[in-house]
């Protein structure tokens, strides 16, 4: 069944629907009055609470980048990206409608008599009404069809990555701890989560407390008190959960976290964690119940479908005007109720197609709300641009160097050598069919490639997110970049933070006694595939 949803009319899908007991539903202001340092893996908790002078270092500088104002502009061509979905821009609708003639004869009402010209015009007229009508018939079946078959193959790849990620084992901390083979990829990729959390899921207000700024002195009312105002945060493409413990130790506490993801048995896999860290029954036996923020989890698209007929949503809030188009009154006082929404290693799903990827920024920026943050980590399109230029360029050399043949490939066919490819032994990116030679990806949508992960991702197709594509769309969500930063520099710079350092240590990212990387230079390589964002709802 196709459930996707026509602009503000969602029909009711399995993502409204819980698959927990209707019981433990969550009112606004339920909020856990004590928050433990505790988190479910050992490796991400302090010993101590996170100390003011290093927090209010991190805070500042996301503090003075906002006070920096608009982003520069971008250098993706407006006129280029904003496509609307039938295909024009809204340059095309502009035109269309400037040219049309204010003194064209208006088309009679349907109920006015008819008047006949000829004799016997009413029989030609009704022949030509038939045909008419025929044709419009025909196009309206072929259109449906086309969109069926679009559907279908939308489809086709959500169930092959939702069928991939249900059926990736939930190994257990141990394990993944021990035994993998890219354990010291897996700990770096969680801290580069924390960090990102520990950054930017505060709000501004909270921030505040720890500048020197003290903007809040103006109003005589006091710094905010810090256990007032609890988040309330949505993940896009939650997985199982992994990231539940990291909120647990955001600076500014949670109180509600939804977490939606299209793998049922991933989602499954995460309300178990969420039920475990709340009785305490960890891997390493029974612990006193933890008080944890509420969370609900859904299984949902949330790039294909809108999020506003999930219930939980709706009780925050959605704005169904977000976006180009939108009024601008509505997205000024309306605005979704989310603090924050997260989507870490997922929006390359999104960039399928410009539909995918502007339904997932409107349910980004529909459940935001105003001052909100959007972060997540994705590959970077500089990264693969670099990589495929690299890979024609060696291959033009090797072309000059060796004897003409005699025949070439036939029309349309990809031969074997042109397809990029990258990696090492724990993980390979491999594009199917033809790549732009100077690794620039016009249009900015479709461009499949395979993702090849030891022991995690086994060759899923995935989409490059053409990154100045990606945030000249999100400006048209007012979305308003804040921060990107490629994963390698992210250690580089924050790795002598007063909290983010011994974090580090705690889960096993840094040698304890060098103070290096604890990562093969294999697993630097595939984690430099990566780059982590924030962007501001404004
Ligand atoms: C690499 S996993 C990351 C899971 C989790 N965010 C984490 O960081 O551990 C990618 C996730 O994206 C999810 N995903 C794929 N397509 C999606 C879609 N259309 N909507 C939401 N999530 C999607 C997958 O099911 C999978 O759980």
């Known amino acids: 069944m196709d459930n996707r949803t026509k602009e503000g009319h969602p029909p009711q899908s399995a993502g409204s629907r819980s698959p927990r007991p209707a019981t433990d539903s969550y009112r606004p202001g339920d909020q856990q009055k004590h928050r433990s340092m505790e988190g479910d893996t050992a490796s991400d908790r302090p010993n101590q609470p996170p100390a003011p002078v290093s927090k209010r270092e ?24 904003s496509r609307s979905p039938n295909g024009s821009t809204p340059r095309d609708d502009r035109e269309r409608r400037r040219s049309r003639s204010p003194l064209a004869p208006r088309s009679p009402s349907p109920d006015a008599p008819r008047q006949r010209k000829r004799p016997g015009g009413g029989a030609r007229q009704g022949l030509a009404d038939r045909e008419t009508l025929r044709r419009r018939q025909e196009e309206r079946e072929r259109a449906e069809q086309d969109e069926a078959m679009r559907n279908s193959r939308d489809r ?48 501004e207000e909270f921030a505040a407390r720890f500048n020197d700024t003290k903007e809040w002195a103006d109003d005589s009312t006091g710094p905010p008190p810090v256990d007032d105002k609890r988040l309330l945060v949505l993940d896009l493409g939650c ?54 923020f509420h969370a609900e989890f859904y299984p949902k698209d949330c790039f294909g479908e809108w999020l506003g007929d999930v219930n939980i949503i709706q009780q925050v809030g959605i704005d169904a005007n ?37 339904q997932m920024l409107r349910n980004v920026a529909g459940c935001l709300k105003k ?37 070439g490939p036939e029309d349309g066919e990809v031969e074997e050598d042109e397809r990029a490819s990258w990696g090492n032994d724990i993980y390979r990116v491999q594009f199917p069919g033809a790549t732009p030679e100077d690794g620039v990806f016009r249009p900015p949508f479709g461009w499949k490639y395979s993702y090849f992960m030891r022991e995690a991702v086994e060759e899923v197709p995935e989409y490059v997110v053409p990154w100045e594509a990606f945030r000249a769309l999100t400006e048209d969500y007012n979305l308003e970049l804040q921060y990107r930063k490629p994963f390698l520099d992210i250690w580089e ?46």
């Open 493 to 538: 710079d924050e790795k002598n933070d007063r909290d983010l350092g011994p974090l580090s240590e705690r889960m096993g990212v840094r040698d304890r006694s060098t103070g290096a990387l604890a990562m093969t230079e294999e697993e630097k390589d595939a984690v430099s595939f990566y780059h982590a964002f924030c962007f501001y709802k404004v």
């Open 58 to 81: 991190r805070m500042q500088e996301r503090h003075q980048r906002r006070k920096r104002g608009r982003t520069p502009p971008s250098v993706f061509p407006r006129r280029n990206r």
């Open 156 to 203: 086709g790849v959500t169930d092959v990555v939702r069928q991939h990620y249900n059926a990736v084992p939930e190994r257990g901390r141990e394990w993944r701890k021990t035994e993998s083979k890219i354990k010291g990829l897996r700990s770096f990729n969680n801290w580069v989560k924390s960090t990102l959390i520990q950054k930017f899921s505060p709000d």
């Open 371 to 407: 001052g909100g943050r959007f972060i997540g980590v994705c590959p970077n399109s500089d990264v693969i641009t670099s990589q495929v230029s690299n890979f024609h360029k060696k291959r033009k050399e090797r072309e000059a160097a060796k004897p003409a043949e005699p025949e």
């Open 239 to 292: 997985g199982k959960g992994g990231d539940l413990g990291k909120w647990q130790l955001a600076p500014q506490a949670v109180d509600l976290y939804v977490g939606l993801d299209p793998a049922n048995i991933s989602i499954e896999q995460a309300q178990g964690r969420y039920d475990q860290m709340r009785s305490g029954r960890g891997q390493r036996g029974r612990r006193p119940p933890q008080p944890i």
């Open 322 to 358: 977000a976006g180009p188009g939108g009024s601008i009154m509505a997205s000024r006082f309306g605005g979704g109720g989310f603090d924050v929404v997260t989507c870490m290693f997922a929006i390359h799903y999104a960039f399928e197609s410009e539909e995918k990827a502007r």
